[in-house]
């Protein structure tokens, strides 16, 4: 199948978990996760109609991004001190900070742009060591820290589940529901405004993120895999 026609069925599922779930159906941003294709891929994709895509490392986020300046550009990666500022360049919202002094340097770099970063803060809520982010008691002190940032906008959370296991993803994204929740609660509402994405889901649990109250999923393969979706079916 081509990308048309899986981020046509991936569209309508995802409404139709919304609205068995009482959502809006358009409560869900998808993001096409476009880290393993190239330009040709994306501009596929672009005329299919997605606007969203998702980087995992700033080179070629930067590379793609000035090809395709206007599509939003997500950054999911790991980020390194030296990287922030050409993250910060070309990255609407970037899905993966967790590192406290990180956010100094996306102050400074979003300062000297002229703009306002919106980030996600990413939390490792199954507490795999291999995964990376905030413990979940972790997650209310580095609100503190971005809370002194004027040019770092907190926007919501991010987490990555455990893979091959659908009940375990469900309660990892059930938790990072429930911690932003609880989080949101005790924010100033200038900030609290602001603190409403749940960043999870991928290609093999993103309905359960969907069911869980994800605004945004990121898929890769299971938009850009030719046979991603028969594969899953039959499994
Ligand atoms: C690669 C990646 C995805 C997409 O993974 P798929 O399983 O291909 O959908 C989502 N989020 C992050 C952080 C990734 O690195």
Request: with cysteine.
């Amino acid at each position: 199948m081509s990308f048309r026609e899986h981020y046509e069925l991936v569209k309508a599922e995802c409404e139709a978990i919304c609205v068995a779930h009482g959502r809006d159906p358009h409560a869900v941003n998808i993001v096409a996760v476009s880290k393993t294709v190239g330009l040709p891929e994306i501009e596929a994709a672009v005329a299919a109609g997605a606007h969203n895509f998702g980087e995992n490392r700033p080179d070629m986020l930067a590379d793609k991004a000035r090809e395709l300046p206007d599509q939003t550009w997500h950054f999911i990666g790991n980020i390194q001190s030296r990287k922030i500022e050409e993250i910060v360049q070309y990255a609407t919202l970037v899905h993966s900070l967790y590192q406290p002094h990180h956010v100094a340097k996306f102050d400074a770099a979003a300062a000297a742009l002229g703009k306002v970063q919106d980030v996600l803060l990413e939390v490792n809520v199954s507490g795999e060591e291999s995964k990376s982010g905030l413990a979940p008691d972790e997650v209310a002190s580095m609100l503190e820290v971005c809370a002194g940032y004027p040019h770092v906008r907190v926007r919501g959370l991010m987490t990555m589940a455990p893979q091959g296991n659908a009940d375990i993803a469900r309660d990892c994204f059930a938790a990072l529901a429930q911690l932003a929740k609880e989080l949101k609660a005790g924010m100033e509402p200038a900030n609290a405004q602001y603190f409403n994405e749940l960043s999870m889901g991928m290609s093999e649990d993103w309905r359960e993120a969907v069911a869980q109250g994800a605004t945004i999923v990121r898929i890769g393969r299971a938009l850009f895999a030719e046979d991603f979706a028969e594969v899953h079916t039959q499994a």
